[in-house]
């Protein structure tokens, strides 16, 4: 099993920045990717960026492009997700996931996740 705990989400003012943690316990396949989430209040789940645990591939999500940047340290078993330069927009509960299993590519079907950490940007 693998279990998952984001950290580092608060709140900051517009153009202000955050780095998010997720600290993974299990076992972590570097053949797989972990992603990161977020939900907005009355909006949907969307995908942020997704990075492969055994290569240089991300995929970020246009609105986040130039501003966030994830990065991982496979011996910690953790992904970090530095956010700058944020916007209002921005804000939503923040979600680490880990082992795409399928589904629409990138942000499709993720097994395990986090419980999430709140980030409020204000205008």
């Known amino acids: 099993q693998v279990q998952l705990a984001e950290s580092g989400g608060g709140s900051v003012q517009a153009g202000g920045s955050l780095r998010l943690s997720c600290v993974a316990s299990?076992?972590?396949?570097?053949?797989?990717?972990m992603a990161w989430f977020r939900q907005a209040p009355g909006s949907e789940r969307e995908g942020v960026v997704v990075?492969?645990?055994?290569?240089?591939?991300?995929f970020y999500t246009d609105s986040v492009k130039g501003r966030f940047s994830i990065s991982r340290d496979n011996a910690k078993k953790t992904v970090y997700l530095q956010m700058n330069s944020l916007k209002p927009e921005d804000t939503a509960v923040y979600y680490c996931?880990?082992?795409?299993?399928?589904?629409?590519?990138?942000?499709?079907?993720?097994?395990?996740w986090g419980q999430g950490t709140q980030v409020t940007v204000s205008s």
């Open positions: 996931a880990y082992e795409y299993s399928g589904g629409s590519w990138p942000f499709g079907n993720f097994r395990y």
């Open positions: 299990g076992d972590i396949a570097s053949n797989n990717y």
């Open positions: 990075i492969h645990l055994g290569g240089d591939t991300t």
